[in-house]
């Protein structure tokens, strides 16, 4: 289920094509262009959502009926975003979308808006309506859902907020890679984390845990000397009292800076050591996964 939002051009002799589609999507950072579809897939953020071209209502899964006041032009772009989401992926997709309109010098049809054949694109109304809706759908989830993973608003727009910097911090910080926030479930508890593979140089955000990768450091035995990678949870205040040296720094988020050429040897058997989590007591969750704690309420 999805907010839908229809581009098209303001006069028909400045119609939108497919090569233009293509060609303007191709050339724009996260998105994978497919025959009529552009999808973005941020893999710093985690946000997904996709523009798709539709040429003539033969080609549109969502076409109208032939006399419907309401129906946009054909072509037109059509933007979708997904319900049952975390605020900020409505923010990043504006983002996108308001390019994707300012770009094509488009107008836009919102059906969950007004009934207007067209208007100019107003990016607070696309916010405010899609979040109202998206409360609308996690409450009805909420009726069958068994198990929901939620975090404080607050604390997701943070993440969100450092996971989008992750790239320009890392040209700041070369050869040393910066660590996206992740959400984990552990022992039943959804908690905030970060990867960390083999002791590499990296860039800590301050998180509940971090989730030790081990491939290089993995202690193998006699008996099992091709003993496949492992991961080893460890809090963060275990983590930050083994860096203690480390620079500390702000930005979105406060971080340890772990910039060495290689680790010693201390750092490297003190998480080699670590004793691997279960498969059952340790998940990796996408971000797709966590809903805004404030929506859901006590269960």
């Not at 209502?57 to 969502?62: G, S």
């Not at 091709?226 to 991961?231: I, Q």
């Not at 969750?285 to 805004?292: C, F």
Request: hydrophobic share 35%.
């Amino acid at each position: 289920m999805s907010y839908d939002v229809y581009i098209f051009a303001k006069s028909s002799k400045k119609a939108l094509t497919k090569e233009a589609f293509t060609k303007y999507f191709s050339e724009r950072a996260h998105y994978e262009v497919e025959e009529n579809d552009a999808y973005y897939h941020n893999q710093f953020t985690g946000v997904q959502f996709s523009f798709s071209f539709y040429g003539s209502a033969d080609e549109d899964v969502k076409s109208f009926e032939k006399d419907d006041p309401t129906a946009p032009p054909y072509p037109h772009i059509v933007f979708s975003l997904n319900y049952r989401r975390a605020p900020f992926f409505s923010i990043e997709g504006e983002m996108e979308l308001s390019a994707c309109v300012k770009h094509f010098a488009a107008v836009v049809q919102d059906p969950q808006y007004s009934e207007d054949a067209s208007m100019e694109y107003d990016p607070e109304i696309f916010i405010s309506n899609w979040k109202q809706s998206n409360e609308m759908v996690i409450r009805q989830f909420l009726a069958k859902a068994e198990v929901v993973d939620t975090m404080p608003t607050a604390a997701l727009e943070s993440d969100w907020h450092w996971n989008r910097e992750c790239p320009k911090l890392a040209k700041k910080f070369e050869g040393v890679h910066v660590a996206p926030v992740v959400y984990v479930r552990y022992q039943g508890q959804v908690r905030r984390a970060c990867l960390w593979t083999d002791a590499q140089p990296i860039l800590i955000p301050f998180v509940d845990g971090v989730v030790v990768v081990r491939d290089e450091i993995r202690k193998r035995t006699e008996e099992s000397p091709e003993a496949e990678s492992d991961m080893a949870y460890v809090p963060f205040k275990d983590i930050s009292s083994l860096l203690k040296d480390c620079p500390r720094g702000q930005a979105q988020i406060q971080y340890i800076e772990v910039s060495y050429k290689r680790p010693s040897r201390f750092i490297q058997d003190y998480l080699g050591n670590k004793p691997a989590a279960n498969k059952s007591d340790l998940k990796v969750l996408t971000v797709e996964q966590i809903l805004p704690r404030e929506t859901v309420g006590a269960r």
